[in-house]
Every structure is written in C-alpha cells, then in structure tokens.
C-alpha cells in the first residue's frame, strides 16, 4: 500500500499544480516508462512494465477503491504467507492478470492502450482470501432504501464480485477496465493459495520438528 501511495505522489501534485513544468515532465515520464503497453509485450519489449504497472494508478478514485480493498483483505493473506512469499505471490499474480488482459485484446487498436493499475495483483488477493477464509464475515455497505452495513460471507461477497466480472466481460460494458486481468489475477490467486501454503506449512512442520527433537550435545 505505501508503495502504491508513494508512487502517487507526484501525479497528485501535478493535479493541484499544472502549471509546474518539472512535476509535468516528471509525471509523463514515470507514465510513460513504466505502464504497460500490451503491443510492447506482444513483441517481447519493455517487459518490466509488466511488474512496474502495478503500482500505478489513474487517479485518486482508482488508487483509493484499490487500496481499500488490498486494506480489507491483504492482511489475513500476509500473515498467513509471510512477508515476503506474499510480495511474491502478490507480483505472480499482478504477471498472471497482465497477460489475461493482454491475449484478451482483439485488435490491433486494444493493444496500443496502456494500461496500469494493481487491481489485478489485489484480485488474486482476493482469490486466496476466497479459499483460506470463505466463511469470514465482510462487513458491506447496502443501500436500499435505507444504508446498512450487513455481516456477508466471503464466499457470497467474493463470488458476487467474480461473477460480475464475467458478466462485464460478456457483455461488452465497463469502459477501459480490464475486467480480464482481474479474472485471470482472482483465478491465478485460488491456485497459487495451495503453493503457497503448502511451503508455509512445510516450513511451520519443520520448525516443529526441530523444537521437539532431542538436542545433542
């Protein structure tokens, strides 16, 4: 999260002072080094957009519902992985969902768009907070009528979201999200979780092992 907001910074300086030419320059050329342009990929280059991407985001609106996501749900799954196995997983899984948007795109139009965001990499998050934790209650924000704050599994509240992704994608609407990166980062999360865990387990069987064992002098 501190990396996402530092890497922010100069972008929102640049929208309470235009007129700074340094702040400008410095913000086209961070943008424009460092988002991932998929026909770049396709040719094999500037490759490290790939990962450099994933702590780059549009504006405050795209910075703050991805944080407030990676707030809710990243903590359970770091502390479950470990520092860092969980910046690893959380780079696979931002590399997984880049190239689902990537081979997603149809024309040659698509491809030259760039794209930027961690919501794929929070999106397989997600997807292990999905099969570690179905039964935790996410407490959500209804509006009917009234506003509630309702106790919903995670199973129904992630599942909801996985579902209207698909749904996005079938039928065409969402302007220039990249709702394929978010499938492909939510689905890679729910395999990689049983990697991942099994290592920790493996580790936490080892330690085990070592404490009960007689010491040898």
Known sequence: MIVNIAVFIPLLLFMFVP?????????????????????????????????????????????????????????????AFGHLRYFLFYLICGLVADFAHVLSLMTTYDLLIPTLGASGAISGVLGAYLVMYPRAKILTLLLFRLVYLVPIPAAIFLGFWFVLQLLYTSLGIGGNVAYWAHIGGFLAGMVLVFIFRKVEHARSQGLRASVNSPGVD
């Open 19 to 79: 007129q700074d030419r340094t702040i400008s320059l410095f913000v086209d050329s961070l943008y424009g080094n460092f988002m991932m342009v998929p026909a770049d990929i396709v040719q094999g280059k500037n490759l490290h957009t790939l990962f450099t991407s994933v702590f780059l985001h549009a504006d405050i609106f795209h910075l703050g519902g991805n944080m407030l996501f990676l707030y809710i749900f990243g903590d359970n799954v770091e502390d």
